[in-house]
């Protein structure tokens, strides 16, 4: 439970925040309910925790404000926790914590020692296949509004994640150590000139960075993009997903990565790291395509047993 702060820490803001989630049971249940777990039975099923311990935590976090209880089922009541504005601020504390520890305690240190094939984030991304988008997950998009991460008109939705679409000022001293930071337009441009093919393979695009919405908005007009870009500013997508991410100046960005998600918001293909854009562009066409057959070819199945069922 919450740590009594010492009075010579009364104002200290990092000894009165971890006297709230500085616990780890704590941090680790606001990391399952920004991934999509909001459900009692499916934090105790995830953490391994007793219910009796999962409770307390339960009720800490909802009597400091970073959980909320909403009903989702009636006779009996039964309820979901959902992050407050102070839940959902805690996701760059998360990140930064991860990248921390993927660095210092996983890796060796270095900035570029993490994101080799095998390294821990490389496995962390690819142990996403077989699991789901949280429902729903939208994000400020260009062209005004908020869109669903996945898209609900296509088979497929390929997420194409890249740090920026343009850096005010120098660029940052370690930025070319960054795997695929330089060019960082490329991969728009690259998946612009191939929307036409993405589409007739029934394949919807989303570009996702931790850029503002303005800042993404002028650039897709300037380059003219037929898909949304959406903006993880708040690294809802980045915590719930646990995406690679490192830091430039004062910013928080994505590394370059390609999400594959089929229409039921599972994730079947994930390319991490990516250092060719030209071939990384080339093979989300085709894994996306692979996935948009695979989900055809279900539905066709499907169709022909209720077909056969109906004549018997």
């Known amino acids: ?3 009594q702060v010492r009075e010579q820490d009364a104002v200290c803001a990092i000894a009165q925040g971890a006297a709230v989630v ?6 680790l249940l606001v990391r399952e309910v920004i991934r999509g777990r909001r459900r009692f039975d499916d934090l105790h099923t995830e953490l391994g925790i007793s219910r009796r311990v999962l ?6 976090l909802l009597d400091h404000g970073v959980l909320e209880r909403r009903p989702y089922q009636q006779r009996p009541t039964r309820y979901e926790y959902h992050l407050t504005d102070a839940g959902r601020a805690l996701a760059p504390v998360l990140i930064g914590l991860q990248d921390w520890a993927d660095r210092f305690v996983l890796g060796d240190g270095s900035v570029t020692g993490d994101a080799a094939p095998g390294s821990p984030q490389a496995d962390r991304l690819h142990t996403l296949v077989g699991s789901r988008v949280p429902a729903p997950l939208r994000l400020p998009a260009t062209g005004g509004g908020e869109l669903d991460v996945v898209a609900g008109d296509a088979p497929v939705t390929v997420v194409f ?3 920026a679409t343009g850096i005010p000022g120098p660029l940052p001293a370690n930025w070319s150590q960054i795997p695929g930071a330089a060019g960082c337009t490329l991969e728009n441009r690259l998946f612009r000139d191939s929307a036409a093919a993405f589409a007739d393979a029934g394949i919807a695009l989303r570009g996702v ?3 503002g919405p303005d800042e993404q908005q002028a650039f897709a007009e300037a380059e003219d993009l037929p898909f949304p870009l959406l903006s993880d500013a708040e690294l809802a997508l980045c915590a719930a997903l646990r995406l690679p991410t490192f830091r430039a100046g004062q910013a928080l960005r994505l590394k370059r990565a390609v999400v594959v998600v089929d229409s039921a918001r599972t994730i079947r293909r994930v390319r991490y790291p990516i250092t060719d854009i030209p071939g990384a562009v080339e093979e989300a066409l085709r894994l996306g395509a692979e996935v948009a057959e695979e989900r055809r070819a279900a539905s066709g199945g499907m169709a022909q047993r209720l077909r056969a069922s109906t004549r018997r």
């Open 209 to 211: 960075s931790t850029q």
């Open 161 to 163: 994640t890249y740090p």
């Open 22 to 27: 500085g616990e780890w049971w704590s941090l």
């Open 1 to 3: 439970m919450s740590r």
């Open 55 to 60: 409770a307390e935590r339960l009720k800490h």
